[in-house]
T-cell receptor, first 109, second 115 residues
């Protein structure tokens, strides 16, 4: 059974701080890794994708991938109250994608 | 570019009734997914189509759920008969056909309540 694990949270950080969200996966053959943001009552929205080891930065977001440790993370710099949402990690191997249960993030003003 | 369209947005039915959901993917996206998302959980894949063929329906409760994607464009998901535990948000997503890189784009979802 292929799995994607995330801490359910909630993760609470003050405004302006760095939020660090983590995800581990079980399938060593996984090729692609995604972070989706889901606001309450809304559908998931793709915010980051990463395919190779290392860091990928996009604005305030940085995705980090370590395939040897089967670990992917998302850093949000200068966190804003509008970043408060559930962050879903998704992992793809071949044509199959598995989503984690998500981590709830609260950014306190 | 238009996003993924779904209808209806909300549906309330009684148990043992039937219900159908419709999805139109982003133009040119060969792969279409139906997910079930229960409150507090991540999306669970029900069925994945590539063009009009089924790639994965291993988690689809086939005794009550069915889905089709005629002509490889829009799709319909049906539940018959519905159970209380089917209350969830049903999400449709689409992606371009690219192995190992499934950037998925989601529709607004249909919130189903079974009474």
């Amino acid at each position: 059974q292929k799995e994607v694990e995330q801490n359910s949270g909630p993760l609470s950080v003050p405004e302006g701080a760095i939020a660090s969200l983590n995800c581990t996966y079980s399938d060593r053959g996984s090729q692609s890794f995604f972070w989706y943001r889901q606001y309450s009552g809304k559908s998931p929205e793709l915010i980051m994708s990463i395919y190779s080891n290392g860091d990928k930065e996009d604005g305030r977001f940085t995705a980090q991938l370590n395939k040897a440790s089967q670990y992917v993370s998302l850093l949000i710099r200068d966190s804003q109250p509008s970043d408060s949402a559930t962050y879903l990690c998704a992992v793809t191997g071949g044509f199959k994608t598995i989503f984690g249960a998500g981590t709830r993030l609260f950014v306190k003003a | 570019e238009a996003g993924v369209a779904q209808s209806p947005r909300y549906k309330i039915i009684e148990k043992r009734q039937s219900v159908a959901f419709w999805c139109n993917p982003i133009s040119g996206h060969a792969t279409l997914y139906w997910y079930q998302q229960i409150l507090g959980q991540g999306p669970k894949l029900l069925i994945q189509f590539q063009n009009n063929g089924v790639v994965d329906d291993s988690q689809l409760p086939k005794d009550r759920f069915s889905a089709e994607r005629l002509k490889g464009v829009d799709s319909t998901l049906k539940i018959q008969p519905a159970k209380l535990e089917d209350s969830a948000v049903y999400l449709c997503a689409s992606s371009q056909e690219r192995e190992g890189s499934n950037e998925q784009f989601f529709g607004p979802g249909t919130r189903l309540t079974v009474l």
